[in-house]
């Protein structure tokens, strides 16, 4: 296990619904990276947090925002949901978000949107 | 054109086999290169990371191709548990980020 943990592990919401996803690094790792994995396609990049701040994003509309703590735990937040939002959605943590490191991946959760 | 672009397959193969998956990929500015394991309704989780010098990790080798932008993954003597997705990784090359970029993935079934 990578330490890394994700809640809740299943969510449904209906459109227009706002949705926040909770993540807890592994220890010693102060940056989380956010991603979204639809149904037979890769995970796709939505943000990075480093020392609290957003460090990089990807091709999402600010309708998906975020936070990171002091602790470095993370949350995802999604406003106005829409039936494409459901998918996926891991954490990954890292030492300090550098490009060579490795991330390790959280279980997920898995939201639905009717 | 993707970033990352992977045969989906599936590539169906008998216990014993060797198979081998390939990835390319579009920004020569990427610096890291990895292969991730992803289990059905699992998180993906590292297999290996990739170098140009190539590297092994028993039944597993990777190679990378700079110039032609190519990484390819050979499993040897496969194994029923080796059935998964395979996905192709880079690091996005145009900031500090470590953004993965991730391929659609390979599945792989290995059959008795």
């Known amino acids: 296990e990578t330490g890394v943990t994700q809640s809740p592990t299943h969510l449904i919401k209906t459109r227009g619904q706002q949705v926040t996803l909770r993540c807890s690094s592994q220890?010693?790792?102060?940056?989380v990276s956010w991603y979204q994995q639809a149904l037979g396609q890769g995970p796709q990049f939505i943000f990075q947090y480093y020392r609290e701040e957003e460090n990089g994003r990807g091709n999402f509309p600010p309708r998906f925002s975020g936070l990171q703590f002091p602790n470095y735990s993370s949350e995802l937040n999604v406003n106005a949901l829409e039936l494409d939002d459901s998918a996926l959605y891991l954490c990954?943590?890292?030492?300090?978000?550098?490009?060579?490191?490795?991330?390790?991946f959280g279980p997920g959760t898995r939201l639905l949107v009717l | 054109r993707k970033e990352v672009e992977q045969d989906p397959g599936p590539f169906n193969v008998p216990e014993g086999a060797t198979v081998a998956f390939n990835c390319t990929y579009s920004?020569?500015?990427?610096?890291?290169f990895f292969w991730y394991r992803q289990d059905c309704r699992k998180e993906p989780k590292l297999l290996m990371s990739v170098y140009s010098s190539g590297n092994e990790d028993g039944r597993f080798t990777a190679q990378l191709n700079r110039a032609s932008q190519y990484i390819s993954l050979l499993i040897r003597d496969s194994k029923l548990s080796d059935s998964a997705t395979y996905l192709c990784v880079v690091t996005d090359g145009s900031g500090n980020t470590g953004k993965l970029i991730f391929g659609q993935g390979t599945t792989l079934q290995v059959k008795p």
């Open positions: 920004n020569s500015a990427s610096q890291s």
């Open positions: 990954a943590s890292s030492v300090s978000g550098g490009t060579q490191e490795t991330q390790y």
């Open positions: 220890s010693g790792h102060n940056t």
